[in-house]
């Protein structure tokens, strides 16, 4: 009798144990919905030029390099600069700020896949620019991460941010 109560023991142990270790290995793990790199994500499924999701896929990742227009380095003028002229055949200025003086204003709600949208982080002049896509988001060439999806709506850009809109 007390042989059967310690097999009956350890085996209720035994399967205690298992139950415990498969319901470990069961649990899944998601990725919130809401995280940055998942909006950009969507912000790239949702873009109507597929020529234009493979453009940026192709540069994701380029690193900055001032004067740059290659992908051994870019900067923000050189890429909008390559974009516009690749996927719609508009040829802008090189530099930053004469490509603001090349666009017709508009309200960022008012923002289309490809229109233009410019940066002043050193004062009163446009310095950076970058070409927005869709919900809130644009790509441009980072200096600190080189070309990259981002989100307009950040405080960072936000503060910074001085005209928007699209080529004549």
């Known amino acids: 009798m007390e042989k059967t109560l310690n097999l009956k023991i350890y085996l209720f142990g035994f399967l205690a144990v298992l139950l415990f270790l498969s319901s470990c290995s069961s649990r899944k793990y ?5 995280t940055k790199a998942a909006k950009a994500a969507d912000a790239m ?3 109507k030029s597929k020529q234009l ?3 940026i896929t192709d540069w994701t990742g380029v ?3 001032f004067g740059g227009l290659d992908k051994n380095g870019i900067d923000c003028s050189g890429f909008a600069f ?3 002229k690749e996927i719609y055949g508009i040829t802008l200025p090189r530099i930053s700020r004469d490509q603001a003086k090349a666009v017709n204003k508009k309200s960022i709600d008012n923002l289309k896949e490809g229109d233009l949208v410019f940066f002043s982080f050193g004062g009163n002049d446009v310095d950076h620019v970058g070409v927005y896509l869709n919900n809130g988001f644009f790509v441009h060439a980072s200096t600190n991460r080189g070309v990259i999806v981002d989100d307009l709506n950040l405080p960072a850009y936000q503060r910074v941010l001085v005209k928007s809109g699209s080529v004549n």
């Open 82 to 84: 390559l974009l516009e």
């Open 63 to 65: 690193k900055y390099r």
């Open 30 to 34: 998601t990725v919130k919905s809401e």
């Open 45 to 47: 499924s949702n873009l």
């Open 53 to 55: 999701y493979k453009f």
